[in-house]
């Protein structure tokens, strides 16, 4: 029997402390929400916690993450709040191995910027817009379980172009009611980590309780884990002639003696 997955949902929760409606959409907060769709549907197999932006280190310690398997990540309001040395200790442990569920607005965010490479920008409109998802890749680990196609009677749109690297799976496209199309359900290796990021969830709308919405994301929860002895970024070594086992650290570009007069 393999031991629960590890999850941290982190959410930014300031809409849900500075806009009532909100609060009343989601009275545990969307980080509470996310949480307990996780639980839901994985049950004794996750072992789910929630962190927060105005605690200490954001919720994000060395020692939180360590005990991480998989994070997920909402945030809209305030991503210049998330202090650089947060946003570089999450990047650092995906590289080393944790998986990451980027959520909606968390494309913009610190994190999710620094992973990909890019702006991370788009088109958007908030006008209660229907959206539809669709399966792409149905052999996925990530859509099993999900309608084809999935429907959200009302979310934010959210269009092309998205400027994020080409995806190394792409397994779901969403269509909007104005006729946008989106890249909506992308994954990402980097390092020994695994990214998905999954496009629905505004904070105006009730999107993390849609059963659809919760399935995805916790299929994604399962897909994320990394399986290694150790969490570790990967490492430059030098293997000498037909030695594949016992690699040398880096000992710099230039000889310890370069640079000396010869004689």
């Given at each position: 029997m393999t031991d629960p997955i590890r999850v941290t949902v982190w959410g930014e929760n300031r809409h849900e402390q500075l806009e009532p409606e909100v609060a009343k959409r989601y009275p545990d907060g969307m980080h509470g929400a996310v949480a307990q769709g996780i639980e839901a549907n994985l049950g004794e197999s996750a072992v789910v916690r929630t962190a927060t932006l105005d605690e200490p280190e954001h919720g994000l310690t060395e020692e939180v993450l360590r005990g991480t398997d998989v994070l997920t990540w909402w945030g809209h309001a305030a991503h210049g709040e998330v202090s650089d040395e947060v946003a570089e200790?999450?990047?650092?442990?995906?590289?080393?191995?944790?998986?990451?569920?980027?959520?909606?607005?968390?494309?913009?965010s610190k994190v999710f910027t620094r992973l990909m490479g890019t702006t991370c920008t788009l088109r958007w409109r908030a006008?209660?817009?229907?959206?539809?998802?669709?399966?792409?890749d149905p052999t996925h680990p990530i859509a099993q379980g999900v309608p084809h196609p999935m429907i959200i009677d009302e979310d934010?749109?959210?269009?092309?172009?998205?400027?994020?690297?080409?995806?190394d799976e792409l397994v779901f496209i969403s269509s909007f009611s104005g006729g946008e199309v989106f890249?909506?359900?992308?994954t990402f290796k980097r390092g020994h980590g695994k990214i998905f990021y999954f496009r629905p969830g505004d904070q105006e709308y009730p999107t993390?309780?849609?059963e659809g919405v919760r399935?995805?994301?916790?299929?994604?929860?399962?897909?994320?884990?990394?399986?290694?002895?150790?969490?570790?970024l990967p490492t430059l070594l030098r293997y000498e002639t037909e030695d594949?086992?016992?690699?040398h650290g880096y000992r710099?570009?230039?000889?310890?003696d370069a640079g000396e007069a010869s004689e």
């Open positions: 200790r999450v990047q650092r442990h995906v590289l080393e191995g944790m998986g990451l569920i980027v959520l909606h607005s968390g494309h913009w006008e209660h817009d229907r959206e539809l998802v669709w399966t792409v934010e749109m959210y269009g092309e172009f998205f400027d994020i690297p080409a995806p890249r909506s359900g992308c993390y309780f849609h399935k995805v994301i916790s299929n994604a929860v399962e897909w994320a884990v990394t399986r290694r002895p150790e969490r570790a594949f086992y016992n690699g710099g570009a230039l000889r310890a």
